[in-house]
């Protein structure tokens, strides 16, 4: 799942003062914590910094998810100016809280894993174009240069987009980041570079199958240095006790490499998709988050991510966003009015354990 792109009104967080607290001795965690900034409605600046008061309180790292600005880039904006527009100065704000940045950039559908994005077909283009992907390789060296994040993700969900999409736009991916990979990589040996994959599609959980694992994404992409995982497993698991402890280890089995969660979460209310409902409660994400921290511990992970912070007022949703974001409306640790749910004490509890790194 992808989430809108920040807005150049967000360099007024400088001004916001907040500190995170204390965490006191107890159980250590290998892994930052944080959220991509998020609020109930995508156009509400009041919102967003009532959101972000809230969550780097309780956080250490933030992540940033966008689709390539397909449209604003065929439509003659320069790129340079793009990215200092819309998140230079919410990066430089993350910076002032000492925090890890991830940074990762989709060229594909982030609602729809069998499509291209909406911009694209809009414009009648196609990430399996090489000068489609070009400008995709051009806006990732972009924000690597510009942004300079810790780590850098250059496609999401690669295995479900191999599963879902056609070979065309798949292999379309693969060389893009491929290729956005040596970019990065000829400039900057260490970076931390990766691609995501979906837990829950690779144990089968989406399609009622059996264990698949990852291995093909490990030929396809041979410059990961680490990885994301991508994983709402409400969508596959009726409680969160049902999760294997190898959910996340599992994955990388034999292999030598960190893992994080770059996003994911479990709904607080029941949501209805086109084939069935999928029944929860807020003790029940609660209960989520709880076992979130046991996957963690077993894998070791380096970083875990929910996107939403808030959940999202459907009601007020811009007409060009699709309707199925109303299937991931209520992951957040707070309501649409900001109300915490149990949710956010188990995350609280989590974030005091001392970071070891």
């Known amino acids: 799942m992808k989430m809108l792109r920040g ?3 967000l360099l007024l967080l400088f001004l916001i003062l907040t500190s995170c607290n204390e965490a006191p001795e107890g159980e250590k965690r290998t892994y930052r914590m944080g959220f991509q900034n998020s609020a109930p409605r995508f156009d509400d600046l009041n919102m967003a910094i009532q959101s972000i008061n809230m969550w780097t309180t309780r956080a250490d790292a933030a992540m940033i ?19 200092v527009s819309n998140y230079k100065g919410l990066v430089d704000y993350y910076r002032t809280k000492n925090f890890k940045l991830w940074v990762y950039i989709d060229p594909q559908n982030g609602l729809d894993r069998s499509a291209d994005a909406l911009a694209l077909v809009a414009a009648g283009k196609t990430i399996a174009d090489p000068a489609v992907q070009n400008v995709y390789r051009r806006f990732v060296f972009v924000i690597d240069s510009v942004l300079a994040p810790d780590h850098l993700g250059l496609a999401l969900e690669t295995n479900l987009i191999r599963s879902a999409a056609s070979a065309a736009i798949y292999n379309g991916v ?67 006790e049902e999760i294997p402890s190898d959910f996340y280890s599992r994955l990388v089995d034999g292999k030598d490499i960190s893992v994080f969660i770059s996003e994911g979460g479990w709904t607080s209310a029941s949501v209805t998709t ?8 807020p003790e029940i994400q609660q209960h989520y988050i709880e076992r979130q921290a046991q996957l963690l511990s077993a894998v070791k992970s380096i970083g875990y991510f929910q996107l939403t912070f808030t959940d999202i007022d459907v009601d007020h949703l811009p007409a060009d966003v699709p309707a199925n974001i109303a299937y991931f409306a209520y992951l957040g ?20 354990r001392p970071l070891t790194e």
Do not use: C
């Open 7 to 9: 807005s150049s009104a």
């Open 65 to 83: 998810t966008t689709e390539v600005p397909w449209k604003e880039i065929y439509s003659g904006t320069d790129v340079v100016n793009f990215v």
């Open 174 to 240: 693969k060389q893009a980041a491929n290729l956005a990979a040596q970019d990065i990589l000829a400039v900057k040996p260490n970076a931390k570079v990766s691609v995501s994959v979906q837990a829950d599609h690779a144990w089968g959980r989406l399609t009622g199958g059996t264990y698949q694992g990852i291995a093909q994404d490990f030929t396809d992409f041979p410059f990961m240095k680490e990885l994301g995982i991508s994983s709402y497993p409400y969508f596959g698991f009726d409680t969160p």
């Open 274 to 281: 086109d084939t069935r409902t999928f029944t929860s409660s």
């Open 333 to 352: 640790l707070v309501d649409k009015l900001f109300q915490p749910k149990p949710a956010l004490d188990a995350w609280d509890e989590i974030f005091k």
